[in-house]
């Protein structure tokens, strides 16, 4: 029962992810998204697919360090994390 919840506010949530905004910032100011993976990776992420969105971010799908799922959307310019989902 908490996974199918945990999975309906992951779906319902998914428009809220889809409008997210990091960066207007011109692309030869971006991190390079080889690096800035190989980055993430050093912390301890698996990165399952990276892309970058409508919105500007870097938007990663994996597991973090502890090994829950995640899909974090970050500003390519900071490499800072604008909004994450983590499933408990």
Not at 10 to 31: L, R, V
Request: glycine share 6%; hydrophobic share 35%; proline share 2%.
């Amino acid at each position: 029962m908490r996974f199918l919840l945990t999975l309906a506010l992951f779906i319902t949530s998914g428009a809220a992810f889809a409008a997210t905004q990091c960066t207007n910032a011109d692309k030869s100011t971006w991190q390079d998204p080889d690096k800035f993976q190989a980055q993430l990776k050093e912390q301890g992420y698996k990165i399952n697919k990276f892309k970058v969105t409508k919105g500007n971010c870097y938007e990663i799908y994996g597991f973090n360090k502890d090994g829950k799922k995640v899909e974090i959307y970050h500003d390519p310019v900071t490499g800072k994390a604008v909004k994450s989902e983590i499933e408990d």
